[in-house]
């Protein structure tokens, strides 16, 4: 087979997912949409709105696309699925209808009611409700989680300690709109405590295959302080989760969900990411996403040894009955960013020493926010650069010590890194934990 195949997105998990399908003996030409310096190794860059569906499927049509696979959220939240299935395109993600799992908070906490997947306890509040939101807040029992119901990149959710700065955030998104209307609504829940893990489901609707559990790294600062940020690091590695475990994410949370969601017309396809938490009363889940996880799949697929574009081409075929997959090793990934992300930060600063690390066994930099102009590799983004490290003979403290190797040889301004990616993955293999 020669499939040609597109990928939508310009970050760090677009430069991995590039690079695991550019491994594939079944892919014919691969392409990517905007693309980055990073994705320009492994497919040819083209510079169109992810957001622009017509130009995308004239794009398909003139080059024969067999297979679309979109990396970020927006495009499968507005639709991008239904579009070009309109034109006979294969795409690997979610229906519009589908991917409300992540595009509505509320959507996906009454899914999960109504099909008994343990989550937090929860209530809802719409803009006209605002009083009822305020009383509620008053008899509630904090710390307390306030979530915008719709889209808001990673921001929307706030973890309040007590009444006056929960109610502050709820003006914030009521009265000054901060997140326009994707905070039409909220969602008011109650905390969770313990162990964040995701994982990741890659579904035709019906079958299901999970790919190696990987952790994330989300706030910025080191021993998980400060703001929270799109991931500053990630690791996976496949005794994360015992077998245990394992059943239960299955049985509780991943079956129901895909039955709940074929039961009111929207089969999931695509890869469903499960943010889940730990507890004392088992697993639940903290969220779900309709997308892969970045930079989770940074690390994930570098731990993968089957053919992926036949993992995904299956998926788009329903036809993932027979599939079992081969996960073998484990994998860090470390964040450097710009200084200040993820507020306010500066970009356009020169990258030297990355080229040297290209040849390493058991390395590789994917890149987030990088461009090039005049002949120079610049910073572009808040994350600019994804360090990753895998292998299936060494152990974690290797890896460790190759990514911060690797950090410190790679040079632009205003670098920015966390010191203590990998050091959980430790702590777990050395407490036996798992
Ligand atoms: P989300 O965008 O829903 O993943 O939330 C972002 C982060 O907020 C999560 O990764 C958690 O660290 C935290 N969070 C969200 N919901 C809860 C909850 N119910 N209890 C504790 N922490 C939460
Ligand atoms: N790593 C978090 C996310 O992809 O949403």
């Known amino acids: 087979m020669n ?35 990073g994705t320009g190794r492994w497919a040819k860059n083209f510079l169109i709105s992810i957001n622009d569906f017509e130009s ?64 937090a306890k929860f209530k809802k509040f719409s803009i006209d409700e605002i009083e009822d939101a305020k009383k509620f807040l008053l008899n509630a029992n904090y710390p307390i989680v306030l979530k915008v119901d719709g889209l808001a990149g990673g921001k929307g959710v706030t973890i309040c300690d007590n009444y006056n700065s929960s109610i502050k955030v709820l003006e914030e998104i009521f009265i000054n709109k901060k997140f326009g209307d994707s905070g039409n609504i909220i969602v008011v829940e109650e905390f969770l405590d313990g162990e964040e893990f995701s994982v990741f489901a890659v579904t035709d609707g019906f079958n299901y295959v999970l790919l190696t559990p990987a952790q994330d790294y989300k706030r910025i600062g080191d021993n998980d302080t400060g703001k929270n940020t799109g991931g500053m690091g990630s690791y996976a590695f496949n005794n994360l989760l015992n077998q245990t475990q394992i059943e239960e994410i299955k049985k509780n949370i991943i079956e129901p969900t895909l039955e709940g969601l074929r039961e009111i017309n929207s089969p999931y396809k695509g890869v469903l990411y499960c943010g889940l938490i730990q507890t004392i009363n088992g697993i639940k889940v903290i969220e779900f996403n309709c997308r892969f996880g970045d930079p989770e799949t940074q690390s994930v697929l570098t731990t993968l040894n089957s053919d992926f574009l036949d993992l995904l081409w299956k998926t788009v075929n329903g036809d993932l009955s027979e599939v079992k997959l081969e996960i073998d090793g484990k994998a860090i990934c470390l964040v450097l960013a710009s200084e200040g992300y993820p507020d306010e930060f500066e970009k356009g600063f020169e ?84």
């Open 3 to 37: 499939l040609n195949v597109l990928v939508i997105g310009s970050g760090g998990r677009e430069d991995a997912l590039c690079w695991k399908i550019s491994q594939s003996n079944l892919l014919g030409e691969l392409y990517c949409i905007p693309g980055n310096p």
């Open 56 to 119: 995308i499927k004239n794009f398909c049509i003139e080059k024969k696309v067999d297979l679309v696979v979109v990396g970020p959220e927006l495009p499968l939240v507005t639709g991008i699925e239904d579009y070009l299935s309109q034109f006979g395109i294969k795409i690997f993600g979610p229906s519009k209808s589908a991917a409300m799992i992540e595009g509505s908070k509320s959507f996906a906490k009454e899914l999960m009611i109504k099909k008994n997947v343990p989550t």
């Open 351 to 434: 990258i030297t020493g990355i080229y040297d690390l290209e040849n390493k066994d058991d390395l590789i930099i994917f890149h987030a926010g990088t461009i090039f102009k005049d002949n120079k590799l610049l910073t572009n983004g808040g994350r600019v650069l994804n360090v990753v490290s895998y292998s299936r003979e060494k152990n974690f403290s290797d890896l460790i010590k190759n990514v911060y190797d690797a950090a410190e040889k790679i040079n632009f301004k205003n670098k920015y890194y966390r010191k203590d990616i990998g050091l959980k993955a430790l702590r777990k293999i050395d407490s036996q934990l798992f």
